[in-house]
């Protein structure tokens, strides 16, 4: 059956992984409300065409901190890929790479950043944990550096690690063939088995729970690539993320794995959005599958979207050539999406062009 749509790899995906798994990569925190959420909250905002516009040239390129990507779909960190499929972050980097677009790399991935970066050429970025040891952080840090990555996307959501039920109950933990190849020099990149869940523990003993602004600060006197800071919900917390450096926004609840009855990053954007006034640029992540889910995330403010689940169920189905399909499948839908409103380029794409739910007619332009 051919794929026509990002979402038809989660099913098969599901066949083909272990259980254990599946489920790590499927999975949210707790009741799971806002994993249901992050996908239900793009429903609720809807389309305001314009007509009769000459749509016949599209161009959906962008840049990115200074870098020019094909377009404002990019690929998140997600962890430990090398259990969707053999080749892992290397298939995902030559797919990202051939769509011309940025690929994030997982702290916790299975090749390491000097494997990523031997693909070949490309623009990528590396998240980072900050792990207690910060002798660590920083060797982690140059090594992303020197291995020619662009910038540093700093999750900052994670100080303990989200109650992920069926993890727990799975006892998940890294096969053992497999190892977090940028730690695997330090003895920190194994994963002890655990009466929960094995990577619940593993955070439990590495990531640093003091973690606080200043540290956003520090990590700057370290590197010159330019800090994300990901996991930003409030505008209050966009602020002082500017006020500490930051040189951009992510808006991620870490794909709902972290605090459950967070808002969806959809129905957060737009709050962190007013709060930067434009000094820095503003990205979301978390239940994208759709090019029309990319128009409505930059109709309220972001400059670009991140996946993340698509890319490790695409990967898990048919490796790179998923990959491939899922990032030309959401950039075919986005292209004809913003066609079918009336947009030629990104800067065209207006506040006016969508209506909220939440929202009542007297927001709407005045004809």
């Known amino acids: 059956m051919e794929i026509t749509n990002v979402t038809e790899y989660e099913a098969i995906a599901k066949e083909k992984l272990p259980k254990m798994v599946y489920d790590y990569y499927a999975s949210g925190a707790e009741d799971q409300w806002t994993l249901k959420e992050n996908r239900n909250a793009f429903a609720r905002i809807l389309f305001r065409p314009r007509i009769l516009i000459d749509v016949s040239k599209i161009d959906m390129t962008t840049t990115v901190l200074g870098f020019k990507i094909s377009m404002p779909i990019m690929v998140a960190p ?12 290397y298939a995902t980097a030559r797919a990202a790479s051939a769509a011309g677009t940025i690929m994030t790399l997982s702290s916790w991935a299975t090749s390491s950043v000097e ?10 970025f590396f998240q980072l944990y900050v792990y207690k040891n910060r002798k660590v952080v920083e060797q982690l840090v140059r090594r992303a550096e020197k291995a020619g990555f662009k910038a540093i996307a700093l999750t900052v959501d994670t100080p303990r690690l989200g109650r992920r039920e069926s993890d727990i109950k799975n006892r998940f933990t890294l096969p053992p063939n497999l190892t977090l190849k940028n730690f695997e020099g330090l003895d920190l990149g194994k994963m002890d088995e655990a009466n929960d869940s094995g990577l619940a523990s593993y955070v439990a003993g590495q990531i640093d729970r003091t973690l606080s602004w200043k540290d956003v600060q520090w990590l700057q006197t370290i590197t010159s ?3 994300l800071v990901k996991g930003v919900l409030t505008g209050e917390d966009a602020r002082i993320a500017i006020q500490a450096g930051a040189a951009g926004i992510i808006v991620s609840n870490h794909g709902a794995r972290q605090l459950d009855y967070v808002p969806a990053t959809i129905s957060a954007l737009e709050e962190v959005v007013k709060a930067t006034q434009g000094r820095v640029p503003v990205f979301l992540d978390g239940g994208v599958r759709r090019g029309t889910d990319v128009f409505k995330a930059l109709a309220l403010g972001a400059s670009g979207i991140f996946i993340g689940r698509p890319v490790v169920f695409s990967l898990a189905a048919e490796g790179e050539a998923g990959v491939r399909k899922v990032l030309q499948m959401l950039r075919d839908e986005f292209e004809l999406t913003m ?10 794409i ?3 062009h969508i209506v909220t739910e939440w929202e009542t007619p007297r927001h709407l332009p005045r004809l």
């Open 339 to 348: 066609a079918l409103s009336g947009c030629r380029s990104l800067s065209e």
């Open 115 to 124: 494997e990523v970066a031997s693909t070949g050429p490309g623009i990528r």
């Open 350 to 352: 207006t506040r006016n």
């Open 225 to 227: 690539m330019p800090i």
């Open 78 to 89: 997600t962890a430990m890929q090398k259990m969707a499929h053999p080749e892992g972050e």
